[in-house]
């Protein structure tokens, strides 16, 4: 039976760019450091089809500062979660869709377009979720600098005040 | 058939055989479905963003409006996994409390899908009677909690509620009388044949299929996969319970009661196991305001299925990122391989099979009154239904109501 000490020691014999970026902080728990889209590319195969974990539960999205991140809750059968964490420049955050091998993650992929701003590259086309219609284009609720209250839910606009705007504008400069 | 031939008829988002908004478009080749797309969302009111402007405790409250079936497997999932963050240990007492008042809630959740379940197929004497039996299940959690669906037992480092020795009387008598039910209703689903006749074949899911589209929870199990958290990674005191994974290999509508029904048989002795060996002592531990920097993956098996609570901590009393992904979310992928093939009159029974809440798949939204809150027990609570009425013209005063209940 693979525990989780064992898959990270498999993991890292074969993908050297792992070490000492996984960690276990307690049973049936991996955790891994922020990949870039080329390492996660390059690892995600290998972990999906040799170390078992065909099924994945969720992705969700986070906010990083300057990087939006994504985090994939990959299982195996023995129940053990690889939260395996991929992440992209929010100048240019595009992942590839893992729809296909994981039919799983459809709706969250949807989740991060709408909410994070998150380009998925591959993702079939299908409603927006879980915005509603006339959500107002380049909003995304879920980053750190969009605040609640200047939205009007009334008129569907998004009115921050002018300084915010323009330090808004610098930062995308 | 040509493409010609087809036609698309959008079900929803308000439909007569939908108790929830969602829309489910789908195209028919006469009365068979070969293609459904799934419209979910209307229910989002943005939960996650609320979650990073409140405390900790706060959120408590607001999780447990995720949901108004399982409020109480959402708010275990998020402190056992704030507790771990924070390295509390919460009391065993606490812990036994939790599981019990979890199974109690797996109880009335899973009466109320049985009751939709018959509904939607046209067996409305079955809805009737498991409504009822309902009813004793959602008493024992108001005495409990003081609410019928958002019991509020959960804090940070345990419990708000103990039980005493009438309400541990009160929950056996319960659960004595509604054992009896349920194993008739085992039997029915036994023997007969309408629910068998009408239930078999629908929604199949094969096994390979509910693996690979992530399903959870009763769907995943009816479709022969022993996978609940319970078992598989277990939280409170369920590694030490006794008790059985129920599956079933139908793979449809038909196993997928089964597996219900079954369930309600083994959270029935959990009950009884909690009430023998609930060990005396505190309900809480104190936990801190701060919450240490860090991130948690906690998960609970609701009645629906697997629960996950990712929260991240940034050291402060606010967290930095709550997601939770609750079990329809998850059952939600499966649902168009159920729906191939199918049809068009199955659509309403096997979107119910799969018990949806939308309000878990979207999450909800906290709501802020203002107002000062207090705690009514239940001759307060008559008493001011009482007054209430009274100053509309109405008297009830007169109306008898029993100091326990009689159950059936």
Same mark, same amino acid.
């Given at each position: 039976?693979?525990?989780?000490?064992?898959?990270?020691?498999?993991?890292?014999?074969?993908?050297?760019?792992?070490?000492?970026?996984?960690?276990?902080?307690?049973? /049936?728990?991996?955790?891994?450091?922020?990949?870039?889209?080329?390492?996660?590319?390059?690892?995600?195969?290998?972990?999906?089809?040799?170390?078992?974990?065909?099924?994945?539960?969720?992705?969700?999205?986070?906010?990083?500062?300057?990087?939006?991140?994504?985090?994939?809750?990959?299982?195996?059968?023995?129940?053990?979660?690889?939260?395996?964490?991929?992440?992209?420049? =929010?100048? %240019?955050?595009?992942?590839?869709?893992?729809?296909?091998?994981?039919?799983?993650?459809?709706?969250?992929?949807?989740?991060?377009?709408?909410?994070?701003?998150?380009?998925?590259?591959?993702?079939? /086309?299908?409603?927006?979720?879980?915005?509603?219609?006339?959500?107002?284009?380049?909003?995304?609720? +879920?980053?750190?600098?969009? %605040?609640?209250?200047?939205?009007?839910?009334?008129?569907?606009?998004?009115?921050?005040?002018?300084?915010?705007?323009?330090?808004?504008?610098?930062?995308?400069? | 058939?040509?493409?010609? %031939?087809?036609? #698309?008829?959008?079900?929803?988002?308000?439909?007569?055989?939908?108790?929830?908004?969602?829309?489910?478009?789908?195209?028919?080749?006469?009365?068979?479905? $070969?293609?459904?797309?799934?419209?979910?969302?209307?229910?989002?009111?943005?939960?996650?963003?609320?979650?990073?402007?409140?405390y900790y405790t706060q959120i408590i409250y607001?999780?447990?409006?995720?949901?108004?079936?399982?409020?109480?497997?959402?708010t275990t999932a998020f402190c056992q996994g704030v507790e771990e963050l924070a390295g509390v240990e919460i009391p065993r007492r606490a812990a036994f409390i939790r599981?019990?008042v979890?199974?109690?809630?797996?109880?009335?959740?899973?009466?109320?899908?049985?009751? #939709?379940?018959?509904?939607?197929?046209?067996? @409305?004497?079955?809805?009737?009677?498991?409504?009822?039996?309902?009813?004793?299940?959602?008493?024992?959690?108001?005495?409990?909690?003081?609410?019928?669906?958002?019991?509020s037992i959960n804090t940070i480092g345990g419990v708000r509620r103990d039980?005493?020795?009438?309400?541990?009387?009160?929950?056996?008598? +319960?659960?004595?009388?509604?054992?009896?039910?349920?194993?008739?209703?085992?039997?029915?689903?036994?023997?007969?044949?309408?629910?068998?006749?009408?239930?078999?074949?629908?929604? =199949?899911?094969?096994?390979?299929?509910?693996?690979?589209?992530?399903?959870?929870?009763?769907?995943?199990?009816?479709?022969? $996969?022993?996978?609940?958290?319970?078992?598989?990674?277990?939280y409170a005191?369920?590694?030490?319970?006794?008790?059985?994974?129920?599956?079933?290999?139908?793979?449809?509508?038909?196993?997928?009661?089964?597996?219900?029904?079954?369930?309600?048989?083994?959270?029935?002795?959990?009950?009884?196991?909690?009430?023998?060996?609930?060990?005396?002592g505190e309900i809480t531990a104190k936990a801190p305001r701060r919450i240490p920097?860090?991130?948690v993956?906690s998960?609970?098996?609701?009645?629906?299925?697997?629960?996950?609570?990712?929260i991240?901590s940034?050291?402060?009393e606010?967290?930095?990122?709550?997601?939770?992904?609750?079990?329809?979310?998850? %059952?939600?992928?499966?649902?168009?391989?159920?729906?191939?093939?199918?049809?068009?009159?199955?659509?309403?029974?096997?979107?119910?099979?799969? @018990?949806?809440?939308?309000?878990?798949?979207?999450?909800?939204?906290?709501?802020?009154?203002?107002?000062?809150?207090?705690?009514?027990?239940?001759?307060?609570?008559?008493?001011?239904?009482? @007054?209430?009425?009274? /100053?509309?013209?109405?008297? #009830?005063?007169?109306? /008898?109501?029993?100091?326990?209940?009689?159950?059936?």
């Open positions: 039976m693979q525990n989780e000490e064992a898959i990270i020691q498999q993991l890292v014999e074969k993908f050297s760019l792992l070490k000492d970026k996984l960690h276990v902080p307690r049973a /049936k728990r991996i955790v891994s450091d922020f990949l870039t889209r080329e390492e996660f590319e390059q690892v995600l195969p290998y972990v999906r089809e040799e170390m078992g974990f065909y099924r994945a539960s969720h992705v969700l999205g986070t906010d990083e500062g300057e990087d939006l991140g994504f985090i994939y809750l990959l299982t195996n059968d023995e129940g053990i979660i690889f939260a395996l964490k991929e992440k992209a420049p =929010k100048s %240019n955050p595009k992942i590839s869709s893992l729809s296909g091998e994981y039919p799983s993650l459809e709706f969250h992929e949807r989740e991060l377009v709408s909410l994070f701003g998150a380009e998925v590259e591959g993702l079939p /086309k299908g409603p927006p979720y879980p915005l509603p219609d006339g959500w107002p284009e380049g909003n995304y609720p +879920m980053r750190k600098e969009w %605040n609640q209250e200047y939205f009007d839910p009334h008129t569907m606009t998004y009115n921050p005040p002018a300084e915010t705007q323009k330090k808004e504008a610098e930062k995308s400069d | 058939m040509t493409e010609y %031939n087809r036609v #698309v008829i959008p079900i929803g988002p308000q439909h007569p055989s939908l108790k929830e908004p969602a829309c489910f478009t789908v195209t028919l080749e006469g009365e068979k479905i $070969v293609d459904a797309v799934i419209g979910i969302g209307y229910n989002h009111r943005g939960i996650e963003k609320a979650c990073e402007s409140r607001l999780l447990e409006r995720v949901c108004g079936i399982c409020s109480h497997t959402h599981v019990l979890a199974e109690i809630e797996r109880l009335h959740s899973h009466l109320l899908w049985l009751g #939709v379940a018959a509904h939607e197929i046209g067996f @409305d004497t079955m809805f009737m009677y498991t409504w009822r039996d309902r009813e004793a299940v959602l008493d024992i959690l108001a005495e409990l909690g003081g609410n019928r669906v958002n019991y039980i005493d020795d009438s309400l541990k009387q009160d929950i056996l008598k +319960m659960v004595d009388a509604l054992e009896e039910q349920v194993k008739y209703y085992r039997e029915l689903a036994r023997s007969e044949t309408t629910l068998a006749a009408r239930l078999a074949g629908v929604g =199949k899911l094969s096994r390979e299929d509910a693996l690979k589209y992530g399903a959870v929870g009763p769907v995943i199990r009816a479709s022969g $996969v022993d996978f609940d958290i319970r078992k598989v990674d277990p005191v369920y590694g030490e319970i006794p008790f059985k994974v129920v599956t079933d290999t139908h793979a449809d509508v038909f196993g997928r009661t089964v597996v219900r029904v079954l369930e309600m048989l083994e959270s029935i002795e959990i009950i009884r196991y909690c009430l023998e060996n609930m060990p005396d920097a860090g991130e993956i998960r609970t098996e609701a009645p629906r299925g697997e629960d996950i609570h990712y991240r940034n050291g402060t606010i967290p930095d990122r709550v997601r939770v992904r609750a079990p329809s979310e998850a %059952n939600w992928h499966a649902m168009k391989q159920m729906l191939l093939g199918q049809y068009l009159a199955d659509v309403p029974i096997t979107i119910a099979a799969i @018990d949806p809440c939308f309000s878990c798949t979207d999450r909800a939204i906290a709501v802020n009154s203002g107002r000062e809150t207090e705690l009514m027990d239940w001759p307060r609570l008559r008493q001011y239904s009482v @007054d209430w009425y009274k /100053k509309r013209g109405i008297d #009830v005063s007169s109306v /008898k109501m029993p100091e326990r209940r009689s159950y059936f």
